[in-house]
């Protein structure tokens, strides 16, 4: 027994420590891992032995092929039992008397001529093997059946998404001359009077329009009626979109908006059938607000285009004036409509009944740019030195977005020059720029820069020494746009009337380059830099002859406001006027740009001297302010500014 567990302690697996304490008996004592191990063993080597002769049966070793001269052998052997021709793939499957029955044919590729295979033919007919034809399936028949499927699938798959394609266009047709304007419950445009300025006498007009819809009896306990709408005119800018966004939010009753080239479409029809769904989804939402922007698109004078008008938009326009006020009334719908071309627009449309208020936005005045610049500057960083007064009285004529467009411009410009605040400087450029264009590359020392100093000095001087010319703002060389160096001259105030000495004064300054050029450089130097002031100046001489009466001629106004053809009106240009009539009107023009040409060239010869010292500054510095332009010309002339030379006719 000891000698027994001495060995059964050598077959124990070590675990790397030779050393190891011998374990305690209830652990060393279970051996049934050894023995499931032994067991598994024996299974594996009688598996082996077992199943290895019937696998080789079934899968036995890889056989040689079988060559069309070696079948024809079997055959004369008589070792074949049966061949199967494939006519198909040209091949003979062939049973051999000595394979077993699950076994697979051996195939033999035949020749493609029957005649070449008549010696195969001969030995089995001379042997009694069996011989049958089993021909596959042809695959060029599968695919032409598949082919053929896929087609059909694919032309079925196009037929149906046609009609539904159709359908959808049916639905779309059926849409078609419904209303495409945008509709809110209650307008939150985000715009408020207050936030509207500029334009009082305007706000005051649309304010009454939102009380009417707030509190309608206070004016009906007086017998007032609603006004059925409210025509906003004014230039391109001025705020008649922001005044309808601002009624929209102030009113809080459903609101449409719509342009006028969205009524018409190329078919005829389609654009009174939206007149009509527009208006039948407002009396269904009364009392409410229908805003038409751009009406002059929809509303122009019928039968005033050239060989007819267009039916399309004159059934639109009909329709819109029967729906304003037809047969059957509009009780609660306002209409507001905004253009700024109201001289088109259609009479019917503009009598009271349908527009029964027609009012004007136009550019604000001093105050009312002013209060402009202070709606738009609350949410920019302004320096303390930034005076929105100045900024104000420098921009005559500007629009509400055009003052919003300045200061936008003002601080991008401080952002890309890296500031934290706009300062005057940049508010300045942004006058430039949005006045002139883009700033472009300063002139090197040369000819061409001090010649371009005297023409825009010469303007300058001019301006200053001739009496009710505006006051000059700045002169410098730096170029904006087609000019290559610019005057400003800034107006004391919003000049409503321009009187005649105005006018000869203007004519005087605008000449007043094209004159320096001359006396300072002879007329071989004189260069096309006055085209522009030249058009100006024949501008305002043939107005002052034709238009104002500021003539020998006497108070006549010969010629029309309006010259541009539009709608066929004005084709054939007439003249209002004989040809002796004309030569004289030519003769006034001419006698009057010369005689302030003169006035020019004997300014620009009697202050020589103060000329020559402002090009030099000019060159130097490449802009001069105002101030320091008229500084150094007082000093020279010794007379009051602005009281030297008056020019008369």
């Known amino acids: 027994m000891k000698d027994f567990r001495k060995q059964a302690s050598l077959n124990q697996p070590r675990t790397g420590q030779s050393e190891q304490a011998p374990l305690p008996s209830r652990q060393a004592t279970p051996k049934k891992p050894a023995v499931t191990g032994a067991i598994a063993a024996v299974w594996l080597m009688l598996q082996t032995v077992l199943v290895s002769p019937a696998v080789m049966a079934q899968n036995p070793p890889p056989r040689e092929p079988l060559t069309y001269s070696g079948l024809i052998e079997k055959i004369e052997s008589g070792q ?15 049973y051999l008397k000595t394979q077993s029955r699950t076994a697979s044919p051996q195939t033999v590729t035949l020749f493609t001529n029957a005649a070449d295979n008549e010696l195969l033919f001969e030995a089995v007919r001379a042997n009694g093997v069996d011989l049958d034809v089993q021909p596959s399936t042809d695959g060029s028949t599968v695919t032409w059946l598949l082919t053929h499927a896929l087609l059909a699938f694919l032309l079925i798959t196009g037929l149906l998404m046609i009609l539904r ?18 509709f809110q419950m209650e307008a939150k445009t985000g715009v408020l009077f207050d ?8 706000k005051e007009e649309l304010q009454e329009v939102v009380t009417f819809l707030k509190k309608p009896e206070k004016f009906t306990a007086v017998g007032a009626k609603i006004p059925k709408g409210v025509l906003l005119v004014g230039p391109p800018g001025t705020g008649k979109t922001l005044l309808a966004k601002a009624i929209a939010g102030e009113a809080g009753v459903p609101f449409f908006s719509i342009s006028g080239s969205e009524f018409v479409e190329m078919f005829v029809g389609v654009g009174a059938s939206r007149v009509r769904d527009l208006f039948k989804k407002a009396k269904e939402n009364a009392p409410c607000i229908i805003f038409i922007d751009e009406i002059d698109a929809v509303g122009r004078q019928r039968g005033a285009g050239i060989g007819g008008g267009n039916d399309e938009r004159e059934q639109t326009l009909n329709q819109l004036l029967t729906e304003m006020d037809g047969f059957e009334g509009n009780t609660g719908i306002i209409i507001i409509a905004a253009t700024n071309r109201p001289d088109v627009l259609d009479s019917a449309l503009l009598r009271p009944g349908r527009f029964d208020r027609q009012v004007t936005v136009d550019v604000p005045d001093i105050k009312g740019r002013l209060e402009v610049l202070q709606v738009h500057a609350r949410n920019k960083k302004l320096s303390p030195q930034v005076s929105l007064e100045a900024i104000a009285r420098r921009t005559p004529g500007f629009s509400g977005a055009d003052l919003a467009n300045l200061l936008n411009e003002a601080a991008i410009l401080t952002a890309r020059r890296r500031k934290d605040e706009i300062t005057m400087l940049e508010i300045d450029d942004a006058v430039d720029r949005v006045v002139a264009g883009m700033e472009g590359t300063p002139l090197v020392d040369s000819k061409s820069k001090r010649l371009i100093a005297y023409h ?31 005057t400003w001259f800034t107006p004391n105030e919003d000049q409503g009337l321009i009187s005649r000495s105005q006018l000869l004064a203007r004519i005087t300054g605008a000449l007043g380059g094209r004159a320096a050029e001359q006396v300072i450089f002879g007329d071989a130097e004189v260069t096309t ?33 309006q010259g541009e053809v539009f709608l066929g009106r004005d084709w054939m240009s007439r003249s209002d006027y004989s040809e002796e009539i004309a030569a004289r009107i030519d003769a006034q023009v001419r006698s009057i740009v010369e005689h302030c040409y003169d006035e020019a060239c004997r300014i620009i010869r009697e202050n020589r001297v103060v000329i020559d010292r402002l090009v030099d500054l000019l060159i130097e510095k490449e802009t001069i302010d105002g101030d320091e ?18 020019p008369q006719i």
Not at 166 to 180: D, E, I, T, V
Not at 195 to 202: M, P, S
């Open 629 to 646: 332009f008229r500084r150094i010309v007082s000093e020279y002339t010794n007379v009051p500014e602005k009281e030297q030379f008056v």
């Open 456 to 486: 825009e000095v010469g303007h300058a001087i001019v301006g200053t020494l001739v009496k009710a010319h505006d006051p000059v703002q700045k002169v410098t060389l730096i170029p904006r746009g087609q000019a290559q160096g610019l």
């Open 80 to 94: 074949v039992s049966r061949i199967e021709v494939d006519p198909v793939r040209n091949v003979a499957e062939v």
């Open 195 to 202: 936030d509207v300025a500029g334009i009082e006498e305007a």
């Open 165 to 182: 394609r159709s359908s959808n266009a049916s639905g779309q047709a059926m849409n078609f001359g419904k209303s495409r304007a945008r």
């Open 529 to 561: 830099g006055a085209g522009n002031d030249l058009q100006q100046v024949t501008m305002m001489a043939r107005q002052m002859v034709t238009r104002f009466g500021m003539s020998d001629l006497g108070p006549l106004s010969l010629e029309s406001q």
